[in-house]
Nanobody
Framework: QVQLVESGGGLVQAGDSLRLSCVGS????????MAWFRQAPGKERDFVAA????????DYADSVKGRFTISRDNAKNTVYLRMNSLKPEDAAVYYC????????????????????WGQGTQVTVSS
């Protein structure tokens, strides 16, 4: 099965940047659609960003467009989330998610679409 491990979270000040990483255990990782979700205290787990299997298509929540970038390096079985110009409202536990094939080259933004989840990494933004 697929195991996902996130890293890169931490405590930053508003306006700073972080890059989160998600490493997958499966060698067929490159065939999976991937996404990032986040969950703030007392809130639901919400969609942040998604990428199709090839990296040719991406999708972002309106709240992060222009600031966050999702990317992948299939040779390293890794998906990244670059977060620029961080705001206090970005503070949350960030989760990596993977959808197994077939994914039809599309992106997916619903929690129910995904088959595997990481344990999460904490991002705290002070201001």
């Amino acid at each position: 099965q697929v195991q996902l491990v996130e890293s890169g979270g931490g405590l930053v000040q508003a306006g700073d940047s972080l890059r989160l990483s998600c490493v997958g255990s499966k060698r067929t990782f490159s065939n999976f659609a991937m996404a990032w979700f986040r969950q703030a205290p007392g809130k639901e787990r919400d969609f942040v960003a998604a990428m199709n299997w090839s990296g040719g298509s991406t999708d972002y929540a309106d709240s992060v467009k222009g600031r966050f970038t999702i990317s992948r390096d299939n040779a390293k079985n890794t998906v990244y989330l670059r977060m620029n110009s961080l705001k206090p409202e970005d503070a949350a536990v960030y989760y990596c998610a993977a959808k197994q094939p077939p994914t039809y080259g599309r992106t997916y933004s619903r929690k129910v679409d995904y088959d595997y989840w990481g344990q999460g990494t904490q991002v705290t933004v002070s201001s």
